[in-house]
Structures are given as C-alpha cells and as structure tokens.
C-alpha cells in the first residue's frame, strides 16, 4: 500500500473490563482502545478470551465491571441490536449465515436495519417499500463487486466453499455500512491463496471505506503484515499493546507463545 | 458497400467512418452491453461515437499523435474497445496486450513497439507496468478505467479514464472540427492494428493490418454468413487475440450488430445464458468444458431425465446431423427428433446460452468428433474455420450444411490457395497482414515474392473440394512410395479415442507406418474394471491382449478413415505396439506443453522401432526413468507387436 492512511481519535475505549462465567474469570482487567481508522489485531493462545473480548464490544457478553465507550458514548450493558445501529458489524469465527439462501439475499439481510418500511408494506412490495429494495439492492451490487463474488451471486450460501463463504460473510457485515468492524477468526482455515485474497480484501476496505477493523487471527504473518496495532490476551489478562514491532520482541509475549511455566 | 461519405468524401473504408456511419444510420441501436453491478448498460451507436470522440480529443490533448502506438491491457470492456477506435480516429495504432501477461513479457511488447501512451483496466495491469516503469522509462502515460486501489496512487504517469475524457470534452470545444479534419486524414491503407502473435517459436511478432485489409476480411465473413446489425455476440476472449479483434471489432463495425461484455470472466457462461447470442466463437477447449458440465449435471439428474436425455442423444446422434444438413432420413426419426427436439434438445440449447444461435465457429486446434457431432446434434450449427493472425483469420469457413469433422471448408471469397511441393498450404487474401512490425527480415520469409502468405501449415484439398490440414509442414515427411506421412495428423486421430492417452508414429522414408500407443491409464483402468478384469498396475494393464484387441480395434477405425482419402490412404498403422510407460516431460520424452519430442522418442526407442520394421513379434526392452523425487531407476518389459489390418482406398480396391 502505497497510501498515507489517517489515523484519527480513539473510537472504542475499552476499560477494566471483567468477565466471568460462574467460576470461569475469561477476562479479568483488559483495557485497550482503537483509534479511528485503524486496523486492529487481538491476539492470544487458545482460551485467552480473544472471542469474548468482541463479544463484549457488540453487547453480546455482558461484563460484571468495566466499561465500553464507542464514540464517547459510555455504556454498561449493551446490546448486539443497538451495537449494529450504531455502526458496529462483525463476522463470526463459525460461518453464520443462512445456507439455504443466495448470496445476494444473505447480503441483503445485513440491510436489513435501514429498511424504513413496515412488514406489511415489505410483503406487498410496493411504493416506498419498492425504491427502497431497489436502493438496497444497488448498494449490495456494489459490494459484491467490491468483493469479486459477482460469479456465485444467485448461489446458496451451502453449496459455496469455506473460502468463499467467509467473503461471503464479510459482504453481509459490509452491507450494514458500518463504522467498525469485527472479524473473528476472518482467515482460519483458509489456504494460502485465500488468505491472500482475505487480506487484500480487508485492507481494501479500510482504504477505501475509511472502515475501522479489529480482528482476531492467529496466523502471525497476517497479523504483522497488515495491522497498526496489536493487544496480546493470555488467560483473560492483557500481557501486551503495540505495533507489530513492539509485540514481536516483547518478552511477556514471546513466553505466552512459547509457553514457561506459570 | 462504396457509398460516398459526408467526412471522406469517398468511401467507408476505415474503422472510424464505419463507426460515424452507424452512429448515422442507426444511432438509436444497442451498439454495446456491459453488465455492470448485476444490470446490463447499453450505449446506442451514437452514443459510443460519441464517447470516442471524446477519448481520442482526450488523447490529443495529451500528445498523442498519428503513427503512434497505443497499448491496450485488460479484460474485454466497452472502454477498451472504444480505445481502439479513438487511437484509430487520430491516426494511431491500437496495440491490445494480454491481460494475464507478467510484467516481464509486456516489457518486450511495450519496447519493441515504441510505446508511450497506455490504457489499462484496473490496478492490477496499473501494478505491472509500475514495475516495468524502471527498465522502460519511456512509458510516458497510463489511463486507468477503474480506480478502485488506485486513489493513493501518486505516479506522475497515471491519470483516471475519466479525466482524459473531461480533458477530451474541454479540448474538442477549443478546437471546434479538429475530430472531423483527423478522420479525414486517415487512409485505408494505413495500419490499423497490430496483434502480437504469441512466440511459441522465438520472440513474439507485431503483425500490423491496414484498414482496408481487415475490413475487407471483416465484409467477407459478414456476407459469407450472412450478418446484420440484429445479431449479438459475446466478447469474452483475450482480446490481444487476432479472432476477437475479428469477431467482437472489426465484423461488429462493418456488420453493425451489438457486442456484448460478460461481467467478468467468472460469470461469463452465467452472461452467455442471458444474452443469448445468435453468433459464437470459441475454441475445441471451451467447448468441452461445456459439454462436460452438461454430463456431470446429466449424472445427478433423477432417473427418468436421465434415460429420457440418453435415448434422445442416441436419437439425435443417429439423425440429428443429417437433418441439419438437410439429407433424407427416415420418417420415424424425423419423428423421434421432433420429439427430442420438444423434451430435450431445446432445453439442453437453453442451458447453454445457445437458443439463438445461427451460427457458431471453432478453429485453432483439431476438435474431437464426439464433440462436433453432439453439438451439431443438438440442432446448433458448430461450424470450422481456418486462418492465422497474419490472414485475419480469413481463408477457409464451412459453408452451412457442408460441415465435415476433419476439413476446414473451402476458400472464402477473393481467398486464392495453393498446395506447394512440400505440402505447405499458401495463401493470398484480401485479409493480408502489411507486415512484421520493424521485422522486414521476418515479412520476407513469411510472403512469397508474389503476394503468397506461407502458412507452415501443410494440408490438401480432399475430393470435396475442402481443405484439410493435416499438420505442420516443417513435421511432415514421405513415405517410401513417395505419398506424403503427416504423423500428427494421424497421431490426433488415434488420441480422439478416450483410451489412448498419447501416439507417436513413423514412417517418413519407411514402407509403412507403425505407432507406439499411450494408453489412458484412467479410461483403460475403468474399461478393464468394467469387465472384471484384474490388472496389478500400469505395466500389467499395457501386455494384456484384451487391452492390445481394444486398442487394435480403435486404430482400425483409423485406418479405415484413412482408407477413405486418396492422399491419406498409404499412411494407415499396420503394425503397433503398446508401450509399457507413459511418455513423460520428466524424461524429456513430452515438451512442457505436452508435445511429442518425435526424434527423441525414436532415438530412445530405437530397439522397439527396429522391431517393428522387421518383422519381430515382440521385443525386451529396459528403459531408465526419473522419479519425481530425483531417483533414477529402470523399468524392463517385453513388449508385445500386433499388426494391424489396413483397408484399401475405395478407388483403389475397385
């Protein structure tokens, strides 16, 4: 990439957050904040609390302390409907789309909360209801465009390939239009080529939607390559924050990796 | 077609008349379709003139000028192509590039033609000439179509498609009639085009061609077939290559009928269905995959589908090409057709995008016969043609109901061709390249001193008055009694068959003509599964004698083929043999394109070779192979040798 990116104020503030499950501390004490425009990368060992980290930021886990400000907003207790109103989309480590339906249908879900019409003028697709599909429906073209999936747009989402379906998968959440985007896990299993493409895929995004991304991989290649900056989890306790080259010669992080004795 | 022009004041003897022309006549006419975010745009006729009126006053407001070359790099867009006819409009030389090229061959092409200016699709082709940029540094400008990745590009070289079009609108109203006057100035028999012939052999070649020469070619075929402006086709190949310049360019300016698009290459059979174009051109390759896609879905279909489409295909492939050419046949099958035609063929056409379809065109390489006789089956009339770049692809098309599987029809009109001594099949066409860009040395060798291209094909005419090519002419030798051995030839015969994977033939200055054969280890494996018959492996399955009599009866249908033309009739396979490894390019046996190294073959062989000729009715032999790991090691067989019954020429036997 050859831009000059702006990097502006901090977005998401997390602080002091505390999770648990019955005796299960997930997380205990993690603050960090991401900064608009950037792409943000969540790293950690199997069972660091990487996953229910997100889960916090859109409202899907509750946290016992801490808070969540997005966009100066300070919020206790939030939920995964209010978190996509204000502009946060994800994707999910497991594909979560609807198998049986098209790729372009499973993209229109994602607009899904900027339709204005009612259901019942939704059924009878008429008047406003009618320019309004026909709007959402451009946009959507134009994601899929984005995304080269033109080739499988009238195929079910369950005949797809893992690869594709996880574009797929990002096309839904980039249909919401959003502020900030998760990706959980965007490029696990994937073969090379694919994670090529998925990283290509991310970074356009960001260039070109100005989208801030905060994503959680455990291929540390793409992690180094592509992100700003970086906050390492290790049994729900942040152990690091900083740039690629930071995080790579951090003694507290090379030991997580590596494995010492606790 | 000579009528007087307005701006010429003569006649629409080059591209950008033809163009004004039709933007004239038919301005209200779908000229070009893209589809373009799930929705197909069209341009009317005047529409388009008017785009690349604006692009070519774009490109003079940037310097370029009459006899420069412009370079043309992405997939088939409505843009690219108006960029051909802008650079035309001012008097240069449009010069289309492979998009899938790396940078390193478009730096021979950029250099050898001279090239300054540049319209490219995307960000990928902007990527390559980027990183050629330090070894040509003449690369002055580079317009890009689509800005997606590019916005934080700063190279002083690169400007937006749509810029130059503002740049173009701004410069077309300060010089009021320059666009006119620079038409006027072209010439017929100014280049038009230069196409650069792939280089299998030594460095590519830029062939140029004259406005009058492709148009003439393009006129040709419009009224051979019979073209007009309600026809549509699909442009999806490459198109640096000579048969889309012809097929989606030239004929669509000349026969003024719509070209459409695909909306990526991905999608193009998915676009193909919905155009439904009356006119097709694609090569052997493509369709086979079609065909075998309709297999594979055939396979998964329900039971009664299934039988229905397999009793109908044996319908259709008892009557369906007779019908077609309009021969008698008998009433209950005309019956049984219609019928077909009802329950499967017209959906099959359907699925294909073939519904249309008038007239559909392969060429380039030799098609297997299944393939031709299921498409002509089906009711869709897949004709041949012949021609190289150099001829504009015009020399031979089939003409409709005289399509044979092995010819390549007959000359087209104001084709004149010869048969020189050697075999080599020599053209004069109005389709005639000018010449090798900067390569007089290559134009001499390639046309006669009076006016012959020489094609380094070798062919014949058969009794049908139809060309035939049976090889290149540097391959084909003669046989002892002194009639002409075209070893690929029969070679191509012989590999139609699924079960043999690959043939190697002799017999030049021999008395007869003797194969190895290859078998197809995956055909003949399920052929011998099929019948119970046990094998331990490749070595095992090629000495069995059930396999020798498979193999014995396919090279029998070949003589008997064989048997049938005059010229072709000495050179059946009398005797055979089985060998007893696959030819491999790891043993330098194959080229990298999977071609037979002849000589090779025969050097390494020599034992096996010499055993044919005399007589032997087997032979040891122990060859050495390389693994794949590196390994060397031997393999040892005795090779079993059949001979073959040949059938006499019909002429010859009364």
Redesign the interface.
Known sequence: MTGQRKIGDVMLLVENIALSFGGVRALSDVSFDVREGEIRAIIGPNGAGKSSMLNVINGVYHPQQGNVSFRGEVRRRMDPHRAAAQGIARTFQNIALFKGMTVLDNIMTGRNLKMRSSLIEQAIYIGRNRREEIAHRAKVEEIIDFLQIEHIRKTPVGRLPYGLQKRVELARALAAEPTLLLLDEPMAGMNVEEKQDMCRFILDVNDEFGTTIVLIEHDMGVVMDICDRIVVLDYGRKIGDGTPDEIRNDKAVIDAYLGVSH | MAQSDPISGGSVDTFPLLLLQHARKQGNRTAIREK????WQSWTWAQVANEVRTLACGLAAQGFRREMNLAIIGDNRPRLYWSFAAAQCLGGVPVPMYQDAVAEEMLFVLDNAEIEYAIVEDQEQVDKLLEILPQYPNLKHIFYDDP??L????QPQLMSYDRLRELGREYDRRNPGFFERTVSEVRPEDVCVMLYTSGTTGKPKGVCHTHAGFIAAARGDVEFDGFNSSDEVLSYLPMAWVGDHLFSYAQAMVAGFTVNCP??S??AM?DLREIGPTYYFAPPRIFENLLTTVMIRMDDASRIKRGLFHYFMGVARRCGTQIMDGKPVPPVDRLLYVLGELLVYGPLRNILGMSRLRVAYTGGAAIGPDLYRFYRSIGINLKQLYGQTETSVYVCKQPNGRAKLDSVGRPLPGVEIRIAGNGEVQVKTPGMLKEYYKRPDATAESISPDGYFLTGDAGFFDSDGDLKIIDRASDVGKLADGSIFAPQFIENKLKFFPYIKEAVCFGDRREMVCAFINIDLQAVGNWAEKRNMPYTGYLDLTSRPEVYDLMLKCIEQVNADLAGEAQLASSQVSRFLILHKELDADDDELTRTRKVRRSFVAQKYAPLVEALYSGQSHCRIATEVKFEDGRRGTIEADIKIRDAKTSLHPAMAA
């Open positions: 373009d975010l799930g929705i997606r990745g916005r934080n590009y700063t909306e990526s991905e999608t998915n």
